[in-house]
């Protein structure tokens, strides 16, 4: 946990002194793709389209090219699990009708990369974005309930998964319009991948943790403020 703290504390602060600093606050609609938002009972991660919020500091070195930056970038999302899907495809497999409660997916990412800026107009610019680091994941622990055909429980517990803290990727483009030389309003999509190993107890039952893939297209909107 402390380990998390000061990174977390690391890029929100980026890297202060080295010139001039660039501020962005930004939410974001998160779609998953893949093997994330898949409904394959085996690999599937049953995961649905979420929100999330982010807050990125972006340094220009004197030493960079023109038009070269370097961001340090912190996210939390939300997504949330299908889990009547996953009710239904656990209950065709058992033959049993089986009930599932709410639950979400919640990653906190921490990333760091270059950034590249290129002018179309006066006051608008595409920017290129990249970057890697690490992506804490949260499960909320949820219930599972497998009736017989009379409607009586033939097994109830609840399932905690429990992951490690996988490498994380990025990849985008951001729209800048310009509003005065300190303040942009932003449109941004982005690509974020992880790829860890996950495992779940249930009841007093550990299972072997498995390869899980967490891939997300984001698309949202951000300002931007700049400091000298």
Sequence with gaps: MKKAVLLILFFANGFKGFGQEIHTVGVFRSFPTGKFGSSNLGSGGFAKSGWGFLLENNTKPKIFPRGFSFATRFSYQKNEIDTPRMA?????????????????YEPITLLAGPNLEIALRERLFLQLKFGAGVMFTKVNAFRIEVFDG???VLFEDVLDATGNVPFA???????????????????????????GKMGAKLGKVRTTPSEFDMATLNTGLSLKFEFN
């Design 150 to 152: 009379q409607g009586n």
């Design 169 to 195: 990727y990025l990849g985008g483009v951001q729209l800048r319009q310009a509003i005065t030389k300190k303040f942009s309003v932003n449109i941004f999509a982005d690509y974020t991948s992880a790829k």
């Design 88 to 104: 239904s495809k656990f209950s065709q497999a058992l033959g049993h009708k089986t009930r599932i409660s709410d639950s979400a």
